[in-house]
C-alpha cells in the first residue's frame, strides 16, 4: 500500500520563505482591493450628490458618468499594481466639478 500523506506535496511548510511569500503576496492584493473599492465607493458618493443637488439636465449623465470612468480608472490603477494616483487625481477634479455645479443650482 502507498503512503498517504495529510498534506499535498505542492503546498509549502509554515513558517517557510515560500509561506511567507505567499502571504504577504494575498496581503498585498488584499490592500489594493481594498484601495479600488473605497475609491469606488467614493465616486458613488460623489454621484449622489450630484443626482440629489445638481439641477442641471445632464445631472444622470455626469452621475454616471462619474462613476464609470472613476470605475475604469481604478481598475486600470489595481491592474498596474497600484499606482493610485490617477485615480485620486480624477475623484479630486469629479468633486470639484460637483461642488461647482451645486453651488451653480
Same mark, same amino acid.
Given at each position: 500500500?502507498? =503512503?498517504? *500523506?495529510?498534506? !499535498? *506535496? &505542492? $503546498? !509549502? ?6 509561506? &511567507? =511569500?505567499?502571504?504577504?503576496?494575498? /496581503?498585498?492584493?488584499?490592500?489594493? +482591493?481594498? #484601495?479600488?473599492? =473605497? @475609491?469606488?465607493?467614493? /465616486? #458613488? ?7 440629489? +443637488?445638481? *439641477?442641471?439636465? +445632464?445631472?444622470?449623465? %455626469? ?8 470605475? #475604469? =480608472?481604478?481598475? #486600470? ?7 493610485? @494616483?490617477? !485615480?485620486? $487625481?480624477? %475623484?479630486? %477634479? /469629479? ?9 451653480? *443650482?
Amino acid at each position: 500500500m502507498a =503512503a498517504h *500523506s495529510s498534506t !499535498p *506535496s &505542492n $503546498i !509549502p511548510a509554515p513558517g517557510s520563505a515560500e509561506d &511567507n =511569500a505567499l502571504h504577504r503576496k494575498t /496581503y498585498e492584493g488584499f490592500i489594493a +482591493f481594498s #484601495i479600488a473599492g =473605497a @475609491l469606488i465607493c467614493l /465616486y #458613488i458618493v460623489v454621484a449622489l450628490v450630484v443626482f440629489r +443637488f445638481v *439641477s442641471n439636465p +445632464f445631472n444622470l449623465v %455626469l452621475g454616471f458618468g462619474g462613476i464609470i470612468v472613476g470605475s #475604469i =480608472a481604478s481598475m #486600470i490603477a489595481l491592474r498596474m499594481g497600484g499606482k493610485w @494616483l490617477v !485615480p485620486v $487625481i480624477i %475623484l479630486v %477634479l /469629479y468633486g470639484l466639478l460637483t461642488a461647482a455645479n451645486v453651488h451653480m *443650482s
